[in-house]
């Protein structure tokens, strides 16, 4: 059975699939001679499940993409004062490599070139020559906590390095002029060197989503459980991320996007939902800003598709599965008698229910999908009981109907008990309004039919539902046991 999610996330990359504009970045020629059709997407959510879809596992390197890193970095090392005294906060609306400083001479923030290498010469001795050993340190510490974020051990694209170190000139100038502006207080050649150095590591975009997501979840990475940054440090780089991450195209992107966002000329975007999750997108073909094209696309669609954009989400808070049975303890409800009670006795365990609570968000209805996933081959019927829900965004509405399709597919049934009626109210809504987006249409179905799912008002309710759908189906040809 193909994941529901993964069934959304392949159809928002089948969506983006034509959008073969832009070039790829030329000013090195290892960058000019990526593949330009490469397409990966990969999501990290909150307990770090990773959905892979497309070159996920295809390697490139990180360029800008390292800013929000080694920003990190320094504020862990050196603190929010030295940090704050020697690099902005406030959007540039210029182009990545402008030589834009503030009017205290200090770059105006880490996301432009003059900021980020700001922040790798504060990684450094603050001193004016510091031997290559010393960079290659400061390279180790860098590549432990990029590792550390993303959750497996990252390396260097030698050739990219090398030619970086080769062509750099306006990247040295800007290092030269920060020394000229008292502002770069150590070795600019040493201060540049680490910078290319960390442009160049390879990831991926399921590396890129878990960095998300270890970012997302405040600094703890999904996958290890390890702390790897401070929770005020991940605030911070979520920031600046929002109003510089995308260039002078942020404004554009908080509004149409609304996802803290970096992109590199590599051809990746890392894209985070705080508190939620993590997202990487890859596509080296970039836009005249030197954002991926498609990659671009890819986030506005996962935006508006799947109700991501951050000031979307009502609160604060998660959907969990407050708890599974099936019906060994309930008594077999009191309208049947003889060979169907009999019959009906011997398959509760047919029957779980899954109750949840909390909001019902993308994130809290991927969470109790991918459960009810793992757990198919276990029920014939599934009761969601959502009595404890307090809201179902459109998204999780479509998703627990489009979950209905998936089991109706595999020849089971899906029951939802709703007391409230907060899925029918919402299903009213649908009524009157249409769907608010096409994803509860996955897999070729048609239009949704609201009257489609079975909710109930009662449990003992769902309860002679479930068990006239296993007499229908089993009574005369008994199924697995
Ligand atoms: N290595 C590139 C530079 O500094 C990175 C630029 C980018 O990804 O935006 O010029």
């Not at 089948?14 to 990969?42: K, N, R």
């Not at 929010?80 to 923030?109: C, H, L, M, W, Y």
Request: include cysteine; charge should be negative; charged fraction near 25%.
């Amino acid at each position: 059975m193909i994941s529901l999610v993964d069934g959304y996330l392949g159809r928002i990359m089948l969506d983006c699939q034509a959008h073969l504009t832009g070039a790829v970045a030329d000013y090195i020629p290892e960058l000019a001679a990526v593949d330009p059709g490469g397409f990966g997407l990969s999501m990290c959510v909150h307990d770090g499940h990773v959905y892979s879809h497309g070159d996920s596992a295809a390697a490139f390197t990180i360029q800008s993409i390292s800013k929000p890193l080694t920003y990190a970095l320094a504020l862990g090392r050196r603190g929010f004062a030295t940090i704050d005294a020697a690099i902005g906060v406030e959007p540039s609306g210029e182009a990545f490599n402008e030589i834009s400083v503030d009017q205290r001479r200090r770059p105006k923030n880490p996301m432009i070139n003059a900021g980020a290498i700001l922040a790798a010469s504060m990684l450094l001795p603050q001193e004016p020559t510091v031997s290559s050993d010393t960079v290659d340190a400061a390279f180790a510490d860098v590549v432990e906590f990029y590792s550390a974020c993303a959750g497996r051990r990252l390396g260097l694209d030698e050739r990219v390095y090398a030619s970086e170190s080769a062509t750099g000139a306006r990247n040295r100038a800007i290092a030269y002029m920060l020394v000229s502006f008292g502002a770069l207080q150590t070795d600019p050649d040493a201060a540049i060197d680490l910078y290319f150095r960390q442009c160049s590591l390879q990831v991926t975009t399921d590396d890129l989503a878990v960095i998300g997501c270890t970012i997302a979840n405040g600094g703890v990475n999904p996958r290890t459980g390890r702390r790897v940054l401070d929770q005020a440090v991940a605030q911070r780089v979520l920031s600046v991320m929002t109003t510089c991450g995308m260039y002078d195209g942020a404004g554009d992107w908080v509004t149409r996007v609304g996802l803290p966002a970096k992109s590199g000329v590599g051809g990746g975007i890392l894209a985070i939902l705080p508190g939620q999750l993590g997202i990487g997108v890859y596509s080296p073909l970039l836009d005249e800003h030197g954002n991926s094209v498609r990659g671009v696309d890819t986030c506005r669609h996962l935006s508006t598709d799947l109700g991501l954009h951050m000031f979307n989400v009502a609160r604060e808070s998660r959907t969990t599965i407050r708890a599974v049975y099936d019906l060994g303890d309930i008594e077999v409800s009191p309208e049947w008698v003889d060979r169907e009670r009999v019959f009906l006795k011997t398959c509760r365990d047919r029957v779980r229910v899954y109750e949840l609570q909390g909001d019902l968000t993308f994130a809290g209805a991927e969470s109790a999908v991918r459960r009810l996933e793992a757990d198919v081959d276990r029920f014939d019927v599934a009761i969601l009981e959502i009595s404890r829900v307090d809201i179902v965004d459109p998204v999780a509405r479509n998703m627990v109907l489009g979950f209905k399709h998936v089991l109706d597919e595999g020849g089971r049934r899906s029951l939802v008990v709703d007391p409230d009626g907060v899925v029918r109210a919402s299903i009213d809504r649908y009524r009157d309004d249409g769907p608010a987006t096409d994803m509860g249409i996955p897999y070729g179905v048609g239009r949704l039919d609201p009257a489609l799912p079975h909710v109930h008002s009662s449990m003992s309710e769902a309860v002679l539902d479930a068990e006239e759908f296993l007499v229908k189906s089993r009574l005369i040809e008994p199924g697995p046991a």
